[in-house]
C-alpha cells in the first residue's frame, strides 16, 4: 500500500501568540514548534497500515526550511521518507491544497492521511479540497477504520454519533482524535531518521483565495466575582445565574 | 447578487444551525442587496422545506431523492455547485458543522471560490465581506477576506443568533438534479447518533471536568448536573488522555471549540489550551481548589472549593430554581 502521510510543522499547544508588527502575521520568534497533533494521529496511522498491508510511508510537509524539523519527528516515528514542498511565505489553504495536488499526481498513492485541521490556523479545509482537485472519494473525521474486500469502512464523527462510511481506495481520509494513540519516537527510529531522505520539491502555485487583513487579540475578560469558598455558596450562585446573568 | 443559505436537515428535521444560516444570510443580504435563498437537500425534505420560511427567506430549493437518505460528500457537493451555478450565486452559507465542514471546501473547488471556515461574525466593508475567525483555536481573532469571485463561508455553530420562526411559509421549488453511481462513491451505510445529551459544539449549556474531579466514577456528578440542565458534558485534554472519559467531549485547542451560553468548569485549572477552546462562551462559571488557577481570571462566577463537593448541591439547587 502506498500510503502518504501530510504533516504541518505549528507551535506548540502552551505557546502564547504574539501579533507580529505588520498587525496581520504571526510573530513566530521563540515559540516551540511540533508536529500537529492532529497530523501525528495521522502519520500513526499510515505506519499500522503499513506494518499490516506492507507498502511505504511517505510524510508531506508544505512550507519553509523549518518544517524539516517536523517531518524529521515523522520519519523517526517509522515514516520511509519524506518530502518538503517548498514555499517561503504563508499560504491558505488553497495554496497548500494546490501543492500537495501536484505532489500527489505525480506519485499517485492508494491513501492519503491528514489530520483533521492544523491546530494553527484551523481551518480544516486542506483534505477536502485536495480531494476535490484530485476527484477523489474523501472522509473526514475519521475515528474508525477497517479494511474489507478491497474497501475502506471508516466512521467518522457526527454531532452525537457517527457516520459509517464505504469507500473504494484510493482515497483521502482526515483523522480525529480516538482513531489510534501516536507512537513516540524510539531512540533507534530517532538515529535512524537522520540518514532517511528528505526530498525537496517546488512547484509553480497560484495566488491565494483567501486574504488576512488583520490580526488582533481576543477581548479580555475580567475575572469575574468569587462567590464563595465552600457549599454555603451554591445558593447565591444559582439565583446570580437565574437573575443576573439569565442563564438557567 | 445572490446568496445561497445551505440548509441543513438530518433525518427529516432542520438542524438549529440551519436557522442561524438562514439569518445570518438575511442580515447580510440587507447590507449587500442580495437576494436570499435556501438549499434543503435530502429524502422527504419537500415537506418541511417550507418551514424555513418563518426565518426570513422566501424562495426555498429542494433536492429530494430517496438515494439522498443519507449525507454524501460526492452526490451533496454536486447538488450544491450545480445549484449554486445555475442561480448564480456568488455568496454561500453553511453551518461549520460535521457536514458543512466536509462539504463546503469541496464545493469552493467547483466554483473556482475562496472558503472562510468556522467564521463567527460578518460585517460588509467597502463593499467587501470581511470574516472574522478565531485561529490558533481562538488565542487569536484573524480578519479576513475572500479574493474569488464567488465566496463560501461557513459559520460557526451557536454564535449567529437565529431569528425567531414567524411561522411564514417559503415558497419550494422542487429540482431535479441528474446523479449517477459514481456520485456515491464513498457511500454512509449507517448513521449511529445517541439520543442522550446534547454535543458540545451544540450545546447551549457545557457541565465540563477536569483533573480535579479524581476519578472517572465522580464524572456521574457532572452528568447529573448535565442532564438537569439538558447540558452537554465535556472534559478537559488531562480527563481525556488519563482514560476517564472520550475523546468526543474534549473541550480546548486538541478538542473541540465551543461557544455556549453557560459553561461550568468543574476541577479545571485552565490551561491554556483549553481556556483557548472555551473563553467565547457567553457565562463562565469555575469550580475549583485553586484559588489561583487560571480558570478563575476568564470566569464570570466562582467557588473556589472542591469540585465534588460542590456540584451535588449545585445540582440539587438548580433542581429547585427549575421546578424539577
Not at chain 2, 450565486?89 to 463546503?104: H, I, N, R
Not at chain 2, 471549540?257 to 477552546?277: D, E, F, K, M, R
Request: with cysteine; glycine share 8%; proline share 4%.
Amino acid at each position: 500500500m502506498k500510503i502518504v502521510t501530510c504533516v504541518n510543522h505549528v507551535p506548540d499547544t502552551e505557546a502564547k501568540i504574539k501579533i507580529a508588527s505588520d498587525g496581520k502575521s504571526v510573530d513566530t520568534s521563540g515559540l516551540n514548534f511540533i508536529l500537529s497533533p492532529y497530523d501525528e494521529i495521522a502519520v500513526e496511522q499510515g505506519l499500522r497500515l503499513k506494518e499490516k498491508f506492507g507498502g511505504e510511508v511517505v510524510a508531506v510537509s508544505v512550507g519553509p526550511d523549518a518544517n524539516k524539523e517536523t517531518l524529521r519527528k515523522a520519519l523517526a516515528m517509522g515514516a520511509d521518507k519524506a518530502v518538503l514542498i517548498k514555499t517561503n511565505n504563508l499560504c491558505d489553504s488553497f495554496v497548500v491544497a494546490e501543492a500537495l495536488k501536484n505532489y500527489l499526481k505525480e506519485i499517485n498513492p492508494d491513501i492519503v492521511l491528514f489530520g483533521k485541521q492544523s491546530i494553527d490556523y484551523d481551518n480544516a479545509q486542506v483534505p477536502s479540497l485536495v480531494a476535490e482537485m484530485l476527484n477523489l472519494p474523501s472522509v473526514t473525521t475519521v475515528v474508525k477504520m477497517d479494511f474489507e474486500n478491497n474497501q475502506i469502512i471508516c466512521e467518522r464523527e457526527i454531532e452525537g454519533g457517527h457516520e459509517k462510511v464505504v469507500s473504494q481506495l484510493p482515497i483521502i481520509i482526515s483523522v480525529q482524535k480516538g482513531l489510534c494513540e501516536p507512537r513516540y519516537p524510539t531512540l533507534k527510529g530517532i538515529m535512524a531518521s537522520k540518514s532517511k531522505p528528505i526530498e525537496e520539491k517546488n512547484y509553480n502555485l497560484p495566488e491565494h483565495k483567501v486574504e488576512i487583513v488583520a490580526l488582533r487579540l481576543p477581548p479580555s475578560k475580567s475575572a469575574g466575582k468569587i462567590v464563595g469558598t465552600d457549599v454555603s455558596a451554591v445558593k447565591e450562585l444559582v439565583r446570580l445565574l437565574h437573575e443576573e446573568a439569565k442563564v438557567i | 447578487m445572490k446568496i445561497l443559505a445551505f440548509a441543513e436537515q438530518r433525518e427529516g428535521k432542520f438542524k438549529k444551525t440551519a436557522y442561524e444560516v438562514v439569518t445570518a444570510a438575511i442580515e447580510l443580504s440587507n447590507q449587500l442587496g442580495a437576494e436570499v435563498f435556501a438549499l434543503v437537500i435530502g429524502k422527504n425534505v419537500s415537506g418541511i422545506a417550507s418551514d424555513i420560511g418563518g426565518f426570513g427567506v422566501n424562495r426555498v430549493i429542494a433536492v429530494d431523492r430517496d438515494d439522498l437518505e443519507y449525507y454524501s460528500t460526492t452526490a451533496y457537493t454536486k447538488i450544491v455547485a450545480e445549484i449554486a451555478s445555475r442561480e448564480k450565486a456568488e455568496v454561500l452559507l453553511f453551518a461549520a458543522s460535521q457536514m458543512g465542514k466536509d462539504l463546503a471546501p469541496r464545493v469552493a473547488i467547483k466554483l473556482d471560490a475562496g472558503l472562510a471556515s468556522d467564521c463567527t461574525a460578518l460585517k460588509v466593508e467597502n463593499g467587501n465581506i470581511v470574516a472574522t475567525r478565531p485561529i490558533f483555536a481562538g488565542k487569536i481573532i484573524s480578519d479576513v477576506i475572500i479574493k474569488s469571485n464567488i465566496k463560501v463561508f461557513t459559520l460557526r455553530p451557536n454564535v449567529f443568533t437565529a431569528g425567531s420562526n414567524n411561522g411564514q411559509k417559503a415558497q419550494v421549488e422542487n429540482v431535479t438534479i441528474n446523479l449517477s453511481e459514481g456520485d456515491f462513491i464513498a457511500r454512509v451505510v449507517e448513521t449511529k447518533v445517541g439520543v442522550g445529551r446534547p454535543d458540545v459544539t451544540e450545546a447551549s449549556i457545557i457541565v465540563s471536568g477536569g483533573r480535579g474531579m479524581k476519578a472517572p466514577e465522580n464524572f456521574k456528578l457532572i452528568e447529573e448536573l448535565a442532564d438537569v440542565l439538558g447540558a452537554g458534558v465535556g472534559a478537559s485534554r488531562a480527563a481525556v488522555d488519563a482514560g476517564w472519559r472520550p475523546h468526543d467531549e474534549q473541550v480546548g485547542q486538541t478538542g473541540k471549540t465551543v461557544s455556549p451560553n453557560l459553561y461550568i468548569a468543574c476541577g479545571i485549572s485552565g490551561a491554556i489550551q483549553h481556556l483557548a477552546g472555551m473563553s467565547s462562551s457567553k457565562c463562565i462559571v469555575a469550580i475549583n481548589k485553586d484559588k489561583d488557577a487560571p480558570i478563575f481570571q476568564i470566569a464570570d462566577y466562582g467557588i473556589v472549593g472542591d469540585a465534588l463537593e460542590i456540584l451535588p448541591e449545585l445540582t440539587k439547587e438548580i433542581k429547585m430554581i427549575l421546578g424539577k
